[in-house]
């Protein structure tokens, strides 16, 4: 419902914050499944082998390593997205920044079915240009969060931004598999995704302000409730990374993505080739057999999030320990129950319920990075998906190590030392945790940092 102000703006009936917050998962997920959609479409691209087969050729999609370059090229480009990408926020905003990175990451999906018919090396081009473009997804959860949401509404907020990621997999995985086996073809995908990828980063970039200060359409009574608890700062500050890099609280929290982020970019990453090989479904099985814990995790997210916000009577430390734990044991524990499990329906149930618990990590870390570096949170967010983007890098390599045939008993040994590399990384957070913004946020802290090193 929208109402004008006395000064004639609409206003969204103070709600212009939840607005904002539908165009942020839209973008988020339309980016995101373009960019996951080729470990989904490798599955399905027979046509191509079979030309290539007809003249006494081998394709490249039949060389695993191959294949397995192709999948860590997009995290190269998802690595050299990120290195500029905290110095041009500071200075650009989320918005401009957000944009030129998702129209990048759209038109190489646009591009793909192209680069398939001509070789190999502009596939690899192309997977570069979209990593490049998805980098700085995972960090715009923070920076739109911070403009944007009251501190009482955090959970909320990342929870639903967040649950993008879960969103795009439910949607575009399914429809994969059906697209795969239609007489549309698995090219259809790509033009598909792409143009819709563009339409909505076109609608974000024209709707979208950095802050909720500077949009025309948010209300007095809406921009007090937003700027409630936060700490005033004026003009746009130099992060301070020595002294973000040394605070506890954030090593902990880098130290939790270490350890649950290569994990869980295993399970979305690797998730239908799990399927496919290792259980033995079919190609349009698999695509509903993956979407199904996304659409749990989105479920949860969208539950546990308003819930942990509504709980005031239990301090917020604990409500993040707590979800924290529920994520990374769960995710471990699904881990071993995989390992272990000898039938299809316990190794399933394990691999979705691992995936379902590791969404609300969302609510846990996230959260306290949040809470603990403010306005810095894209710095601290960029480091969480330089993270992930490494750990995309190298599971190829240790897949193609362990699991060369994806057999059962080779995926046993890569679940049993995952799990306990969740277990190993996550223990330094439940004892650091804290909702205290750190010093390195307080006014005057950056400015003076600043200062000298301009008298140096």
């Known amino acids: 419902m929208t109402e004008k102000s006395e000064d004639g703006r609409w206003t969204f009936g103070n709600r212009t914050r939840f607005v904002v917050l539908f165009l942020g998962i839209c973008t988020i997920i339309c980016n995101q499944g373009a960019y996951t959609t080729i470990s989904f479409t490798v599955i399905c691209m027979k046509d191509v082998i079979e030309e290539h087969v007809a003249r006494n050729q081998t394709h490249w999609l039949q ?3 191959d294949v397995s370059f192709v999948f860590s090229a997009g ?3 998802a690595i050299i997205g990120l290195i500029p990408s905290v110095p041009l926020t500071t200075r650009f905003g989320i918005r401009n920044v957000l944009t ?4 990048s990451s759209s038109i190489a999906t646009l591009l793909i079915p192209l680069a398939v018919s001509i070789g190999y090396y502009p596939v ?3 997977r570069l240009l979209q990593g490049f473009g998805a980098s700085i997804l995972f960090s715009s959860i923070g920076s739109i969060s ?5 501190i009482a509404e955090i959970s909320t907020y990342i929870a639903f931004l967040s649950a993008g990621f879960q969103l795009s997999n439910i949607i575009f995985m399914p429809l994969s598999g059906v697209l795969c086996e239609s007489d549309m073809g698995w090219r259809s995908i790509y033009y598909i995704f792409g143009g819709v990828a563009c339409a909505v980063t076109a609608g974000f970039y024209a709707f979208f302000r950095d802050t909720a200060q500077s949009h025309r359409n ?3 009574k809406e921009l007090q409730k937003i700027a409630a608890g936060k700490s005033e700062t004026s003009g746009k500050r130099h992060v301070p990374y020595v002294a973000v890099c040394k605070n506890k609280v954030v090593l902990a929290i880098w130290s939790s993505a270490l350890g649950g982020n290569m994990s869980l970019m295993t399970l979305m990453i690797y998730g239908p080739t799990y399927l496919n090989k290792v259980l033995g479904l079919d190609v349009k099985d698999t695509g509903f057999a993956n979407a199904i814990p ?3 995790a989105t479920a949860v997210k969208f539950t546990a999030g308003p819930i942990s916000d509504k709980l005031t009577n239990v301090p917020d430390t604990w409500k993040m320990i707590f979800f924290a734990a529920v994520a990374q044991l769960g995710m471990a524990c699904g ?3 995989m390992a272990l499990a000898r039938t299809k329906l316990i190794a399933q149930i394990a691999y979705t319920a691992a995936i379902v618990l590791a969404g609300v990590n969302m609510i846990g870390v996230v959260k306290c990075a949040q809470m603990v570096s403010r306005q810095y949170i894209h710095f601290v967010m960029a480091v969480n998906s330089l993270i992930s983007w490494v750990a995309i890098f190298i599971l190829p390599i240790i897949i193609g190590y362990l699991c060369p045939n994806h057999t059962p008993e080779e995926w046993s040994v890569f679940y049993i030392a995952g799990g306990i590399w969740v277990i190993v990384m996550n223990i330094p957070f439940p004892f650091l945790a804290t909702t205290e913004a750190a010093d390195f946020t307080k006014p005057g802290f950056g400015e003076k940092r600043v200062g000298d090193v301009e008298k140096n």
Request: charged letters at 5%.
């Open 75 to 77: 995290a190269i480009g």
């Open 146 to 150: 911070e403009g944007w949401s009251p």
């Open 63 to 65: 060389n695993s390593a």
């Open 218 to 220: 948010v209300s007095t």
């Open 294 to 296: 996304y659409i749990l």
């Open 335 to 337: 881990f071993f129950v």
């Open 124 to 126: 690899v081009a192309a």
């Open 100 to 103: 030129f990175y998702s129209f």
